[in-house]
């Protein structure tokens, strides 16, 4: 003979442990992805910028460090350091408040510096560096996925450097 009663209530504390668990794994998951930046944020903590040693004394370069803040509108821009430059103005203009530019005049004698950060730039979905001084074709620099870097400007481009 069997216990019905019984059965029905093994039946139910299992299903009462199975929403248990799953009510604890929901919340462990909601836990863990409030710690975990979601794909459209970067990773940037500090940016430092200075001259390499030995640079002819003549030299000099404009930096540009651009935090885009919409993945439609990065698509859009130009990732040339001519294109940038020649059309930056432009960008900018239509961007509103989609792009964050800071620029940066380095001379050869310049002091390193720390680059103040916007106060939306874990927002980011892009940070791009440009500099004036390259090769017209050179491509920006993507520094999105970086963490603490050094931005050494080169005769030739710009050294990213983990700090």
């Known amino acids: ?17 199975s929403i248990q668990l799953a009510a604890c794994f929901l919340i462990l998951i909601t836990f863990l992805c409030s710690y975990i ?7 940037i903590a500090r940016i430092d910028i200075q001259p390499a040693a030995g640079l002819p004394e003549e030299f000099v370069s404009d930096v540009d460090v651009l935090f885009v803040y919409d993945n439609a509108l990065l698509n859009q821009l130009p990732f040339t350091q001519f294109d940038w430059v020649s059309s930056k103005e432009e960008y900018l203009d239509r961007a509103d408040d989609l792009l964050e530019l800071l ?10 510096q720390m680059v103040p950060l916007p106060q939306r730039y874990s927002q980011a979905v892009a940070v791009l560096v440009f500099a004036s001084h390259e ?29």
């Open 135 to 163: 090769d017209p074709v050179a491509e920006a620099i993507d520094i999105t996925f970086e963490t603490g870097i050094l931005l050494q400007i080169e005769s030739y481009g710009i050294n990213v450097i983990q700090n």
């Open 37 to 43: 930046p979601s794909a459209a944020q970067n990773s």
């Open 1 to 17: 003979m069997i216990n019905l009663s019984s059965t029905n209530c093994d039946e139910r504390q299992k299903r009462g442990m």
């Open 103 to 112: 620029q940066f005049h380095i001379a050869a004698d310049s002091e390193s």
